[in-house]
């Protein structure tokens, strides 16, 4: 497998995953956080708050590096 390939299945996973995250933590998608209330991933809501908005960054950050990893290596 050549390496383009892997940055495209790793930017499609990383798209993927910070899409749904993003959607767990909109206000305006009741549902969604409805579904995972049962699964009680965290201890109190504000501190969900606070893991997802660090998980999303930490996603956006990756998106950036991949990009520019993927750009870099474009020239080369």
Do not use: H, W
């Not at 998608?29 to 501190?47: D, H, V």
């Amino acid at each position: 497998m050549n390496s383009m390939t892997l940055f495209g299945i790793l930017s499609i996973m990383l798209n993927i995953l910070l899409i749904l995250i993003i959607l767990i933590r909109s206000p305006n998608e009741q549902s969604l956080q409805e579904n995972l209330a049962p699964f009680r991933l965290f201890e109190s809501s504000s501190r969900a708050e606070k893991s997802i908005d660090k998980v999303i960054q930490l996603l956006t950050i990756g998106y950036f590096l991949l990009a520019l990893l993927y750009v870099i290596q474009s020239y080369f």
